[in-house]
Nanobody, 121 residues
Framework: VQLVESGGGLVQPGGSLRLSCAAS????????MSWYRQAPGKERELVAV????????NYADSVKGRFTISRDNAKNTMYLQMISLKPEDPAVYYC???????????????WGQGTQVTVSS
């Protein structure tokens, strides 16, 4: 199983970035997917989540209206479009996959290595 994030970088306040998470090694279309972020000295927090077929999304209050999570199951890729970036958005952004394993009757979680987002003028 592999989750590889990309698209992070340095952007000015008010700017935009699009993060990608390329998945392999499991059935991507059966997994709920999420973006998390972790700033220095802070706990990792959930940013956005999308259902396995993409028909349901949820966002942290701090990013509602600015971030959009999406996925392309044909490409095994998830995205996070971020606009109007604020000074409080910088963090390492992580991709997370949530698979429910029927025969184990439990969820299994996978993480990417993260991509850094920096917001600075």
């Amino acid at each position: 199983v592999q989750l590889v994030e990309s698209g992070g970088g340095l952007v000015q306040p008010g700017g935009s970035l699009r993060l990608s998470c390329a998945a392999s090694g499991f059935t991507f279309s059966s997994a709920d997917m999420s973006w998390y972020r972790q700033a220095p000295g802070k706990e990792r927090e959930l940013v956005a989540v999308i259902s396995s077929v993409g028909d349901s999304t949820n966002y942290a209050d701090s990013v509602k209206g600015r971030f959009t999570i999406s996925r392309d199951n044909a490409k095994n890729t998830m995205y996070l479009q971020m606009i109007s970036l604020k000074p409080e958005d910088p963090a390492v952004y992580y991709c997370n996959a949530d698979r429910y394993i029927v025969y184990l009757r439990r969820h299994v979680y996978y993480w990417g290595q993260g991509t850094q987002v920096t917001v600075s003028s």
